[in-house]
């Protein structure tokens, strides 16, 4: 039996209340012709607007991959919470993980599996749940870039690479990826 060779996973993180649209939509759609599996939270906002692009490229090889938070539910153990998944997620994983709403990035949550199952990482703007994937992304070094307007990565300072445009979330992505 032959395999083909796998396909990269590229975790995209951001707000799930802001689309950061001008950022992730010509990021998905690069996602999407570069011939990746695109991994998100698949919730709103930047989530949805990254897949929605990636999934509109045509003829791409990759999938729309997207850790879902979830609810417990009587017929079926669990389910996903409400808002999720956005129509873009092509495999839904449910998670009994919930979203992480603290400050003590010792709890196990669906951030874990976001960032252990990427092969690279690119994270947009966000809040606290996105500030916890960059800090776990650190923590497990994994290659990640952060990518949008300066101001909105200044507590990170200069110790986290930064793209302002997507030329440069490219080079990193060529340098991060396997060939």
Not at 74 to 93: H, K, L, Q, S, T
Request: proline residues 8%.
């Amino acid at each position: 039996m032959s395999f083909a060779a796998r396909l990269p996973i590229v975790g995209v993180m951001g707000s799930h209340a802001a689309d950061w649209a001008e950022y992730a939509k010509p990021l998905g759609a690069h996602l999407g012709r570069r011939g990746v599996h695109l991994l998100t939270g698949g919730g709103t906002g930047t989530m949805a607007a990254v897949a929605e692009a990636f999934c509109a490229v045509p003829g791409r090889r990759g999938v729309s991959i997207g850790i879902l938070p979830a609810v417990p539910d009587p017929a079926r153990g669990y389910a996903p919470m409400e808002g999720y998944p956005n129509p873009w997620v092509d495999i839904p994983i449910v998670t009994p993980l919930g979203i992480f709403h603290g400050t003590d990035d010792s709890l196990v949550t669906r951030n874990h599996v976001n960032i252990l199952s990427a092969d690279a990482i690119v994270a947009l703007p966000g809040h606290v749940g996105t500030h916890n994937e960059i800090r776990l992304a650190r923590r497990f070094a994994k290659r990640i870039v952060l990518f949008g307007p300066a101001a909105e990565f200044a507590v990170y300072e200069s110790a986290q690479p930064y793209a302002e445009t997507l030329a440069e979330v490219t080079a990193f992505l060529d340098a991060a990826l396997p060939a």
